[in-house]
């Protein structure tokens, strides 16, 4: 393990305002190794296995990686499909709502025109039953006679 250490230090001298203004911090960074003996006790043998496992892992991801980019490019052709069907079925959903306030104005046009012609036939019940019979003849001026 390497550790890191950072010093910074900034000129003695005095400055102007201006400069102060513009005054930069010169920063120096340090490594320390503390595991100096075991970074040594590796061989060139062990890194290059280490480095050859490391490899294959990357293969592996590489490989993951790309199944799953090709899988999100299929994932978004269908979102693009489900959005074109979604914006089929706005634009129905609207139509059949625009036909169905014009069912439901007919329906009430139908249901007014119904309530008066039931009323009109009731009207026209009561004349028929308040009137006389087509032969009696009484009342208008004429005299029954046997004959």
């Known amino acids: 393990m390497k550790k890191a250490m950072m010093a910074t230090w900034s000129e003695s001298e005095e400055s102007s305002k201006e400069e102060?203004?513009?005054?930069?911090a010169n920063m120096c960074f340090m490594a320390i190794d503390e595991l100096d003996e075991v970074n040594s006790n590796f061989s060139d043998e062990d890194m290059h296995d280490v480095f050859e496992e490391l490899y294959k892992d990357f293969e592996k991801l590489?490989?993951?990686?790309?199944s799953l980019k090709k899988k999100?490019?299929?994932l978004e052709k269908e979102l693009e499909e489900v959005k074109e069907?979604?914006?089929?079925?706005?634009i129905s959903?609207?139509?059949?709502e625009?036909?169905?306030?014009?069912?439901?104005?007919?329906n009430e046009w139908l249901t007014s025109s119904l309530s008066i012609f039931h009323?009109?036939?009731?009207?026209l019940e009561i004349i028929l039953t308040s009137q006389k019979c087509?032969?009696?003849?009484q009342g208008l001026g004429f005299k029954y006679s046997k004959n």
């Open 134 to 137: 087509v032969f009696e003849k």
């Open 119 to 123: 009323c009109g036939q009731k009207y």
């Open 72 to 74: 999100i490019q299929q």
């Open 62 to 66: 590489s490989l993951k990686n790309i």
């Open 98 to 106: 625009k036909e169905n306030e014009i069912l439901r104005k007919k």
């Open 93 to 96: 959903k609207t139509h059949l």
């Open 20 to 24: 102060k203004k513009k005054e930069v």
């Open 85 to 90: 069907k979604f914006s089929i079925v706005e």
